[in-house]
C-alpha cells in the first residue's frame, strides 16, 4: 500500500514533465543585438536570427508549428544564441538593412562578431529546416565558405552546383545568376546540352534577353532530345510570361518603353512559342494601358482576353493592372464589358482558391470597396 501510495505521489510529477519535455521550443533572447552578440561570445557559440514581419504567414508558420517541436528546440538551444526581430521596427530595420533581409522569413547565422555565415529564406518543416542549418554550421558548405570557395577559384561543377544551391537557398538571385551564368559559359557546347546543365538553366537562366536564354531558343530541339518538350516549353513559357507581364506590371522604378516592347513581339513572333497569342495579348493591354486608354483596354478584353488560354492566376494579375485605370476612367461602357467579363470567369473557374480575388477585383471596379469609396 505505502508502495502505491508513493507512485501516486509522484504520478504528477511525472506527467508534468512529461508535458515539459513535449513542449520545448527554440529559446529567443528578448533583449538588443549588442547584448546578444556580447552573449555569443560568452558562450563562443555562433547567433541565430529570425528575421521575421508582423504581417507574414510563414513567419508564424515557423514560430508556432516548427521553433516549438523539440528536435528544433534541443538542436537551436544548444547551438546557438538565438535572436529574433520585426525586421520593420525598431533595431529590426537596421539589421535588415545591414544584412540584405527584405524578403520573410529570413534566417541568418552569425558568427560572434555579427559576420553573416549563412543564410537560409523560407519556411519549411521541422527536419529539412535542420539540415539546411546543419549545412550553415558546417564549415565547407556554409555560404561564406562557399563564396570564400568560389573567390579562390574553384569551379568544379559539383562545387559549383553546390555553391548555386546555397545561393537559391539565400534567396541571392543576382549572384546566382551571375554564376550560373559564368558556369555555362565556360563549357562546350556539347556540355551545355545536357540533364545536368539544364538544371542551371532551368533554375536560374529567366532573362529573356540573355545570351543563355537565346541559346536555349536556339537549341530547343536538342534540349527537347535531351530532356523532353515539357520541361522546354515550361520553362520557355515561364521566361516569356514573366518578361511579358513586366510590361504591364507598375513595378518600382521600372519606365514603360514602347522600343523595347517591340523588341519582344519581335522575340515572341520569331520564336514561335505554344499560347503565343498570350504574349501579344499582354503586350496589347501594356500598351492600352500606359497609353490609358480605357476603351481600348475594355475591347481586348471583350476580344482577344476571351479567346486566349490564361490560368485563373494569370488572369487576376492582368486585371489587377488593369482595373484601376479602367475604374478611374469613369467610362461606364468599358466597366460593364469588364464587369461581364469577370463574371464569366468567375462562373468558370478552375483554381476555387481565387475566386474572393475575383469578386474583390469586381467591387473595386465598381468602386463598392471601402478603399475605393474614400
Not at 264 to 282: H, T, W
Not at 283 to 307: C, E, P, Q, R, Y
Amino acid at each position: 500500500m505505502k508502495k502505491l501510495a508513493a507512485a501516486l505521489l509522484l504520478l504528477p510529477a511525472l506527467f508534468a514533465g512529461s508535458l515539459q519535455a513535449q513542449n520545448r521550443s527554440v529559446q529567443f533572447e528578448d533583449t538588443t543585438f549588442a547584448i546578444s552578440l556580447a552573449k555569443a561570445k560568452a558562450a563562443n557559440k555562433p547567433i541565430f536570427m529570425d528575421g521575421f514581419t508582423s504581417w507574414c504567414g510563414p513567419c508564424k508558420y515557423m514560430a508556432k508549428k516548427v521553433f516549438t517541436q523539440d528536435k528544433v528546440a534541443d538542436f537551436m538551444n544548444a547551438n546557438f544564441v538565438s535572436v529574433k526581430f520585426d525586421m520593420e521596427k525598431g533595431e529590426g530595420v537596421t539589421l535588415a538593412k545591414k544584412y540584405g533581409v527584405n524578403v520573410y522569413p529570413t534566417f541568418l547565422i552569425l558568427d560572434t562578431a555579427g559576420n553573416l555565415v549563412h543564410r537560409i529564406v523560407g519556411s519549411s518543416e521541422a527536419d529539412e529546416f535542420l539540415e539546411k542549418v546543419k549545412a550553415g554550421l558546417n564549415p565547407a558548405t556554409s555560404l561564406a565558405a562557399q563564396q570564400a570557395t568560389y573567390r579562390a577559384g574553384d569551379r568544379t561543377p559539383a562545387f559549383v552546383k553546390g555553391y548555386l544551391n546555397t545561393l537559391k537557398e539565400a534567396y541571392m538571385e543576382d549572384t546566382a545568376k551571375v554564376v550560373a551564368t559564368a558556369y555555362l559559359r565556360s563549357l562546350k557546347e556539347k556540355d551545355r546540352i545536357t540533364k545536368d546543365s539544364w538544371n542551371i538553366y532551368n533554375d536560374f537562366i529567366n532573362n529573356a534577353s540573355s545570351k543563355e536564354f537565346l541559346f536555349i531558343l536556339t537549341n530547343r530541339i536538342k534540349f527537347t532530345d535531351a530532356v523532353g518538350d515539357s520541361a522546354v516549353d515550361a520553362k520557355i513559357t515561364s521566361v516569356f510570361t514573366d518578361k511579358a507581364m513586366s510590361f504591364l506590371i507598375n513595378r518600382k522604378g521600372a519606365v514603360y518603353s514602347k522600343e523595347e516592347s517591340q523588341k519582344f513581339r519581335n522575340l515572341v513572333n520569331a520564336s514561335k512559342p505554344s499560347n503565343i497569342q498570350k504574349y501579344f495579348l499582354i503586350l496589347d493591354l501594356a500598351d492600352a494601358k500606359f497609353a490609358k486608354n480605357s476603351g481600348t483596354i475594355a475591347a481586348i478584353v471583350d476580344g482577344s482576353m476571351k479567346k486566349v488560354e490564361l490560368t485563373d492566376e494569370e488572369c487576376h494579375v492582368i486585371l489587377f493592372q488593369i482595373i484601376p485605370l479602367v475604374a478611374d476612367s469613369k467610362n461606364k461602357s468599358a466597366i460593364a464589358t469588364i464587369n461581364a467579363y469577370i463574371d464569366t470567369r468567375i462562373a468558370s473557374i478552375k483554381e476555387e482558391w481565387t475566386k474572393p480575388y475575383f469578386e474583390k477585383l469586381k467591387n473595386k471596379l465598381n468602386g463598392t470597396t471601402e478603399e475605393a469609396k474614400k
